[in-house]
């Protein structure tokens, strides 16, 4: 059965780091694109982040350009997400989804699996 979980969340100070894992079972990472999405109480769904099926494209939402950074270790078939300088309003449950792609860039449409999300609050 594909499964994907993430982890990682919990409640870090404005400024603070967090680092989020996706970890996949039930298929191999390599031939698909993973991102990194979240949803915020009252607003819509967001793409943060996501790479592509080797690693070599990565893209990112302008809000978090310079603080986040998407990484991929195949052979533990786990995708990373580094969040440095946490704001406020980087609040939200954060989601992994997989799209088999096993070619080209990543984007952020067309997502067929999905984790059950973990929260990230930035609070003082």
Same mark, same amino acid.
């Given at each position: 059965?594909?499964?994907?979980?993430?982890? #990682? &969340?919990?409640?870090?100070?404005?400024?603070? !780091?967090?680092?989020? @894992?996706?970890?996949? !079972? &039930?298929?191999?990472?390599?031939?698909?694109? +993973? &991102?990194?999405? /979240?949803?915020? %109480?009252?607003?819509? /769904?967001?793409?943060? !982040?996501? +790479?592509?099926?080797? #690693?070599?494209?990565?893209?990112?939402?302008?809000?978090? $350009?310079? /603080?986040?950074? +998407?990484? /991929?270790?195949?052979?533990?078939?786990?995708?990373?997400?580094?969040?440095?300088?946490? $704001? %406020?309003?980087?609040?939200?449950?954060?989601?992994?989804?997989?799209?088999?792609? %096993? @070619? &080209? %860039?990543?984007?952020?449409?067309?997502?067929?699996?999905?984790?059950?999300?973990?929260?990230?609050?930035? @609070?003082?």
């Amino acid at each position: 059965q594909l499964q994907l979980v993430e982890s #990682g &969340g919990g409640l870090v100070q404005p400024g603070g !780091s967090l680092r989020l @894992s996706c970890a996949a !079972s &039930g298929f191999n990472l390599n031939v698909y694109a +993973i &991102g990194w999405f /979240r949803q915020a %109480p009252g607003k819509e /769904r967001e793409g943060v !982040s996501c +790479i592509n099926y080797s #690693g070599y494209n990565t893209q990112y939402a302008g809000s978090v $350009k310079g /603080r986040f950074t +998407i990484s /991929r270790d195949n052979a533990k078939n786990t995708v990373y997400l580094q969040m440095n300088s946490l $704001k %406020p309003e980087d609040t939200a449950s954060y989601y992994c989804a997989a799209q088999f792609r %096993p @070619s &080209g %860039p990543c984007t952020f449409d067309g997502y067929n699996y999905w984790g059950q999300g973990t929260q990230v609050t930035v @609070s003082s």
